[in-house]
């Protein structure tokens, strides 16, 4: 069985200079059973209500301004899998979480730019489930939860994301050991609690966690940790480290 997986994705230009998370992925598709298919929640596709990617064949957007021309030149051409949106919509219906198809939805960077340092050749299909972000963490955990499931038959889950993600306070000039406290200390909290398998604790990190809205000010970016907790269950930490000073790089698996 594939574990489910969470991915703290970076800047988009982690998918041209990948740092160290990028050979972590790579390694990390390499120990996994090749994927039937993917299905991932990304950060970067916020909604009012559950969505469901059914688009045959996903575009690459570039969802970013001001990068390099290189980066915009990125295609990312994984097929799409109507027919497994479809089998999601009914299985999160059956969970009491009505969800609709969406047969025109690209692929967000939050997508693309991990899946293509774990999976260069683009060839496992992809959906996309969207973030309905206004409904905070249990309803991300009640998705992980409906799926889970999927993992049995070869498919990967993955939400897509960041362990810290505060923009506004990053050093974009600070070296690869410059960590600040404020975002080391809720990083190491959260995988206490991970480690404890604390949910209560989890579901309510934004009053127990140490300088939680410091470190999401607004908390579209750790959501999708909850929807790859809910679809999986022993914490395994595949990869841990910041960049710019603030912004959390790691990645975990959930077997």
Do not use: C
């Not at 219906?93 to 690209?106: I, K, M, N, T, V």
């Not at 496992?124 to 969207?130: A, F, G, K």
Request: aromatic residues 8%; proline residues 10%.
């Amino acid at each position: 069985m594939v574990p489910s997986l969470f991915i703290s994705h970076g800047s988009p230009m982690l998918a041209l200079q990948p740092g160290a998370s990028g050979p972590a992925l790579a390694r990390l598709a390499r120990e996994l059973p090749r994927p039937k298919a993917i299905v991932l929640v990304s950060a970067h596709w916020e909604s009012r209500e559950l969505l469901i990617m059914s688009n045959p064949q996903p575009a690459t957007w570039h969802d970013f301004g001001g990068f390099p021309p290189a980066l915009y030149a990125v295609e990312y051409p994984a097929p799409g899998a109507p027919e497994l949106a479809s089998q999601i919509s009914q299985q999160l219906s059956a969970a009491g979480l009505p969800a609709r198809l969406d047969d025109q939805r690209p692929l967000d960077h939050g997508a693309w730019v991990p899946l293509s340092l774990m999976y260069r050749e683009a060839d496992i299909p992809v959906v996309q489930v969207s973030l309905p972000s206004h409904a905070g963490p249990e309803l991300q955990l009640r998705v992980g939860q409906a799926l889970a499931a999927l993992r049995a038959d070869g498919i990967l889950l993955i939400g897509s994301g960041s362990i810290t993600h505060n923009l506004g306070e990053l050093d974009w000039h600070a070296g690869p050991d410059a960590v600040e406290p404020w975002a080391l200390a809720f990083r190491d909290w959260v995988v206490a609690r991970l480690e404890a398998d604390d949910r209560p604790a989890l579901l309510d990190y934004r009053r127990q966690a140490p300088h939680a809205v410091r470190n999401h000010p607004s908390d579209e970016h750790l959501l999708p940790l909850f929807f790859a907790m809910g679809a999986g269950a022993r914490l395994g930490v595949v990869h841990q480290g910041f960049t710019h000073g603030a912004l959390g790089m790691d990645i975990y698996r959930f077997d």
